[in-house]
């Protein structure tokens, strides 16, 4: 089965600081997902990558899929409080069978 | 984007006792329905999957006559905890998905069983 790897799992900041969360997977990623969860709440979705080298930017953050499709990074550039959260990647795990897999989430707290 | 309606948020419930959660789309038509269920500190896990119209696919350990779902129009799909149980206490969350949309997540129920 697909295992999504997550890393760091928490990682706390100073505001205005850079931050990369990285998102490995065992196999071929079909499609990458992005998503931002207060926990208790319910996810809100970011971004999504399906072609290797893809790259996507949403206002301070920024994703890329690297060429062989296996791994992914979120970057977020001069980090605010409201950047907090739990960040999860979630993966296609391809086939005729569409489901996501979860990465164990990365906790992210950015101290003012 | 597009909104998924997940009710109720918390839901507090005695032992022995069923809990039916709702997870609706509101401005698409979902296709599919997934059910996931989410420990304290960890990842969703998935339970099943739902489409509309037809038996819910329910993952390796996860028991259908347990947690029943039933996804009965393209718009709302329900989760039934039956004979609820302390261990049964979780957060549960529903994500709906179109035939050309990405899926979208619900807010969640807590669940407590007493």
């Known amino acids: 089965s697909q295992e999504l790897e997550q890393s760091p799992q928490s990682l706390i900041v100073q505001e205005g600081k850079n931050l990369t969360i990285n998102c490995t997977s065992s196999k071929t990623l079909y499609g990458l997902y992005w998503y931002k969860q207060k926990y208790g709440e319910g996810l809100i979705f970011l971004m999504m990558?399906?072609?290797?080298?893809e790259e996507k930017s949403h206002e301070k953050i920024t994703a890329k899929l690297d060429e062989k499709k296996q791994q992914s990074s979120l970057h977020i550039t001069a980090s605010q409080p409201s950047h907090a959260g739990i960040y999860l990647c979630?993966?296609?795990?391809?086939?005729?069978?569409?489901?996501?897999?979860f990465g164990k989430g990365t906790l992210l707290t950015v101290n003012p | 984007g597009a909104v998924v309606s997940q009710h109720p948020s918390r839901v507090i419930c005695k032992s022995g006792t069923s809990v039916k959660i709702e997870c609706r789309s509101l401005?698409?038509?979902?296709?599919?329905m997934f059910w996931y269920r989410q420990f304290p500190k960890q990842s969703l896990m998935l339970m099943a999957t739902?489409?509309?119209?037809?038996?819910?696919?329910?993952e390796q350990g996860v028991e259908k006559d347990k947690f029943l779902i039933n996804h009965a129009s393209l718009t709302l799909s329900t989760l039934t905890v039956t004979s609820a149980h302390p261990e049964d206490s979780s957060f549960y969350i529903c994500?709906?998905?179109?035939?050309?949309?990405?899926?979208?997540f619900g807010q969640g129920t807590r669940l407590t069983v007493v």
């Open positions: 401005d698409f038509q979902a296709t599919t």
């Open positions: 979630g993966a296609d795990t391809g086939g005729s069978n569409y489901k996501l897999t």
């Open positions: 994500s709906a998905e179109g035939m050309y949309t990405e899926a979208f």
């Open positions: 739902s489409n509309e119209g037809s038996k819910a696919t329910y």
């Open positions: 990558l399906q072609k290797g080298g």
